[in-house]
């Protein structure tokens, strides 16, 4: 059946909040992602920093360098999430038929709303209105028959871009644009394509599918698809995470173990407190640790049972950290835990063991008073160094890197 779908991308969203709270942003080169002395890189940069050839991921330093008056904020993560839920809000409102993508991205399928509201496009119109009117935003919008379509016309559209590709158009509008502007081609991809004298989506979707396929494996086909504008892969609704994990990069790189393991067991509390939260347990424990030199390496543990404590994922993580540590390593730049293979409790089991049940029960009252008085009410010993080194707020330490700290 013919469908009609739009993909809805909020404009430089950290820094479009940003800027919606505090008018003195407006209008001017702004950064979210940490001070300009910090380490870490750009999260979102206004439209009139990237002027100035401002981009996410580039390190701060760098944008500093491009760009010395651009006011360079460390933005919160919470805040972007509410934003987030009620951009996501407003969306399920036009259409019951949303998949949210990330924080500010979603598609919408929008088959036969054109009786509503006049037309596809005025239907955008309106949707546009509320973001803008209710969270004082910017969305772009793409309209197609097929996702990949919709996302490329509302990429090509910001900002506050508005762009229909007619049906039966799909090809002829692709044609022309550089293969960067396909979803799934990084920089990797496009040099090895740009090696092949393949530079427009036109070109890449003449290649031969075995030549595709030759070079770039089982996602040859993918490419060969998507290039000819087809894609039949549907909206639908989130599904459940497959793991939860948090990490944090360090202000300076380090060797001090109990730093390592306090902030081991913070993120690891994070992780602990969010499986709870969703009711699941998980079978199996992920360390990940970036070095000075930016070497970056996990180790899983899978776990006999599967757990939703604290402990159990503190206790594996500092296994598998202990394991790491021992030969003679570089300092440690970044540290993270997971978890995964996550799975409903295993009520039976449980009853069986009386000690895993008073863990469970403790983890439980921790939750309901950390959910009243906040997360640093309750403090475990091993994380009291961390009292030293990070603010404190209601959510939780403030890390290094607020835009992103969960
Ligand atoms: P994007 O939609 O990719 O970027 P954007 O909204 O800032 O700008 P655009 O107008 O081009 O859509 O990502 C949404 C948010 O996700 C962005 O505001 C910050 C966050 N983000 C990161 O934290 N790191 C990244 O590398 C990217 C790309 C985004
Ligand atoms: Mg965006």
Known sequence: MARTIMHIDLDAFFVSVEQALNPELRGKPVVVGGRPDRRGVVASASYQARGFGLHAGMPLTTAYRLCPQAIFIEGSFHRYRDVSQRFMTILADFSPYLEPVSLDEAYLDVTGFESIYGSIHQMAVAIKQRIKNELGLCASIGIASCKVVAKVASELSKPDGLLEVARGNERSFLVPLPVAKLPGIGKKTERMLDGLGINTIGELSIMPLTALKSHFGASGELLHRSASGIDDRKVEPPTAAKSISRETTFGKDTRDHSLLKATLRYLGERVGSDLRQRGKQA?????????????????????????????????????????????????????????????????????????????????????RIRKKYGFTAIQTGRTLPLKEIFPETDEGYTLQTPSLSR
């Not at 070497?295 to 296994?319: A, C, E, M, N, P």
């Open 283 to 367: 079978r199996c424990v992920t360390l990940k640790l970036r070095y000075a030199d930016f070497t970056t390496i996990t180790r899983s543990h899978t776990l006999s049972q599967s757990s939703d404590t604290d402990q159990t994922i503190f206790d594996t993580g500092t296994k598998l950290l202990k394991g790491e540590l021992t030969q003679e390593k570089q300092p440690v730049r970044l540290i993270g835990i997971g978890v995964s293979n996550l799975a409903e409790p295993d009520r039976q089991l449980e009853m069986l063991d009386t000690s895993a049940q008073r863990l469970e029960q403790l983890n439980r009252t921790i939750d």
